[in-house]
């Protein structure tokens, strides 16, 4: 998937998860009123739409769409790490 449709799809994810349309890319999850349950919801919603398995403590480093796309695109890049 390509970064910018990823990005997309987290913010996407998090509009829907947190119920606010408002969110954007920059979006942290906590400072919009997220809380651990969201993670959990989060990463559920991110299987499910991109088939990527994101460990919950990958959502608190990288709290917003833009920054764990980001995430994801170095993972991809160093397989095994």
Do not use: K
């Not at 990823?6 to 996407?12: D, I, K, N, P, S």
């Not at 994810?13 to 993670?39: A, C, K, Y």
């Not at 919950?56 to 480093?61: D, E, N």
């Amino acid at each position: 998937m390509e970064t910018l449709d990823r990005v997309a799809a987290l913010t996407e994810i998090w509009r829907q998860v947190l119920g606010n349309p408002g969110l954007d890319e920059t979006s942290d999850i906590f400072e919009s009123g997220g809380t651990s349950l969201h993670v959990l919801r989060i990463t559920g919603q991110i299987y499910d739409t991109l088939g990527v398995d994101v460990p919950l403590r990958q959502v608190f480093t990288y709290p917003t769409p833009r920054g764990l796309s980001a995430f994801l695109d170095e993972q991809r890049a160093t397989p095994g790490d």
